[in-house]
């Protein structure tokens, strides 16, 4: 059974950095697409960055872009977001999520396999 399990949230000043990691288990993650993505309440999912199962596409979210970093280790079946000079606004849950294919959006709706979230909060 696939699943996906993110970790490496926490709490961290502005200007911070902290690295999520999202791992895979019950699939080879070679053949996925993997959409990071955020959520704050009463706030739509908002998608921040996605990779193709062969990092040949990268995307960001103005949001984010310059600040954040998305790269995968299918040898680990993982995929990381580093994010630097974190910022308050960037508070949120963060999710992972997985299509089967060549291709990567930054729309949720594309995508069949999500992870449970891990918090992310950036405050003094």
Do not use: H
């Amino acid at each position: 059974q696939l699943q996906l399990v993110e970790s490496g949230g926490g709490l961290v000043q502005p200007g911070g950095s902290l690295r999520l990691s999202c791992a895979a288990s019950g699939i080879t993650l070679w053949y996925y697409g993997i959409g990071w993505f955020r959520q704050t309440p009463g706030k739509e999912r908002e998608g921040i960055s996605c990779i193709t199962s062969s990092s040949g596409t990268i995307k960001y979210a103005d949001s984010v872009k310059g600040r954040f970093t998305v790269s995968r280790d299918n040898t680990k079946n993982t995929v990381y977001l580093q994010m630097n000079n974190l910022k308050p606004e960037d508070t949120a849950v963060y999710y992972c999520a997985a299509v089967w294919g060549p291709g990567a959006t930054l729309y949720p709706t594309n995508y069949d396999y999500w992870g449970q979230g891990t918090q992310v909060t950036v405050s003094s």
